[in-house]
């Protein structure tokens, strides 16, 4: 009884882990889907409001040594998001204006994100296929064009990787 309930055992683990292999191949595809449905219609320009952020942050790239102005709540008054700003202010050092790689960008941390949220339905232990629809639910959420499409949304991104992150940690 005792090896063919230990070979029965492996068997089961050897089912779990091909299952397993099989959800993260398909979350990567999901995730590579969910660029190229958000990507394409953001390549050439910005959104909105996306201008108005280059503006908050454009008189600290002639002067690189204020960066340190965004911590102060009366810099720009009303818009106080210094996250947001040294972010966004990382990015125009690095991409400028040109619109592709903020999109690039806000696109690999929403995967990020999802492959977070996969990992942590995981560990609440959720079956893989269970895992991989909340992960499949989140990635193509109708309202995730919008933290895909603004550059406001580095810090929604950002913040949601580090609660998914933290809530595996407890």
Do not use: C
Not at 70 to 96: C, E, K, N
Not at 99 to 108: A, C, I, K, S, W
């Amino acid at each position: 009884q005792g090896p063919a309930l230990q070979s029965q055992s492996q068997t089961v683990r050897h089912e779990q882990s091909a299952e397993l292999l099989v959800a993260i191949g398909v979350l990567v595809v999901l995730v590579i889907g969910s660029a190229w449905v958000y990507l394409p219609q953001y390549r050439a320009t910005f959104l909105l409001d996306d201008f108005k952020h280059f503006e908050f942050v454009r008189p600290l790239l002639s002067d690189p040594t204020q960066w340190w102005r965004v911590f102060q709540p009366q810099w720009i008054g009303w818009h106080y998001r210094p996250l947001h700003h040294l972010l966004t202010l990382s990015a125009m050092t690095l991409f400028d204006t040109n619109p592709l790689p903020y999109y690039v960008t806000l696109t690999f941390l929403h995967g990020l994100v999802t492959f977070a949220l996969f990992g942590l339905a995981l560990q609440l232990q959720y079956r893989p296929w269970a895992a991989l629809t909340t992960a499949l639910l989140f990635v193509f959420s109708a309202a995730h064009w919008q933290v895909v499409g603004w550059i406001s949304s580095f810090t929604i991104l950002t913040a949601a990787l580090f609660a998914v992150l933290t809530l595996a940690l407890l």
